[in-house]
């Protein structure tokens, strides 16, 4: 299959309210300016080196979202043009961005990456620290940070039942910080699993390797 034909079959497959970022973690330059050719706006990378040089190459009203772990140093190099960090997971780099984002004059957009995998690798705030991370938040400790939702990532797993209630975890957490102040964002679902995202209730999926294809790390 062609990215044309991935993409729009993706896109066939996600309601209305269902934002997609395109991860093009790995692939260059020319796979995203066809699928920004097809529509496509916002685009979702995991490395502050890779996004760097991706960036002056493509058209600048594409929303970059950055989806790995950021290291508290390297925010510098992203803060002037990064649309929204997915992967906020300590008061550390929140605080480093708002400081970032009061030398551009901007705010930030970000969404706390809550951990809801079994998995030990995943990188990830517990529940509580999302809620008191949140409840700073409301006390206007980051005054050029939006905190606009949460993300997570399921275990890698075939077992549905184990991946539903992960997300549905997630979920349940964001309807409770959305009864404290309105949050748009709820991103969960990645290629394998995002039709079970949107149905724990996801409106934004992290999608890569069924629109690009597999990644080449060997490259
Ligand atoms: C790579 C990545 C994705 C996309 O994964 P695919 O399985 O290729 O769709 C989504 N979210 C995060 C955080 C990622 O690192």
Redesign the pocket.
């Known amino acids: 299959m062609s990215i044309q034909e991935n993409y729009n079959y993706i896109k066939s497959q996600l309601p209305d309210h269902v934002q997609l970022v395109a ?1 093009s ?1 790995t692939h260059p330059v020319s796979a995203i300016q066809e699928v920004y050719d097809l529509g496509q706006r916002v685009f ?1 990378e ?1 490395k502050v080196q890779e996004v760097l040089e991706k960036y002056p190459l493509l058209p600048k009203d594409i929303q970059w979202h950055l ?2 772990h950021l290291q508290t140093n390297k925010v510098k190099y992203i803060a002037e043009f990064v649309d929204t960090i ?2 906020v997971d300590s008061e550390r780099l929140l605080l480093e961005i708002n400081k970032e984002a009061v030398k551009y004059n901007r705010t930030i957009k970000v969404l706390l990456q809550v951990k809801i995998a079994e998995e030990e690798s995943k990188f990830g705030l517990e529940i509580d620290e999302a809620k008191a991370l949140f409840q700073q938040y409301l006390n206007d400790e980051f005054p050029h940070i939006e905190i606009t939702g949460l993300m997570g ?1 399921a275990t890698f797993t075939d077992n549905e039942q184990q991946i539903r209630k992960e997300f549905s975890v997630l979920k349940n957490l964001f309807d409770e910080l959305n009864k404290q102040k309105s949050l748009e964002t709820l991103s969960m679902g ?3 699993d995002f039709p079970v995202a949107i149905e724990c209730g996801a409106n934004s999926v ?5 629109i690009f294809g597999r ?1 080449d790390y060997t490259k």
């Open positions: 991860v973690k979702g995991n989806i790995g997915q992967s990532m990645m290629s394998d992290r999608v890569g390797s069924a990644r």
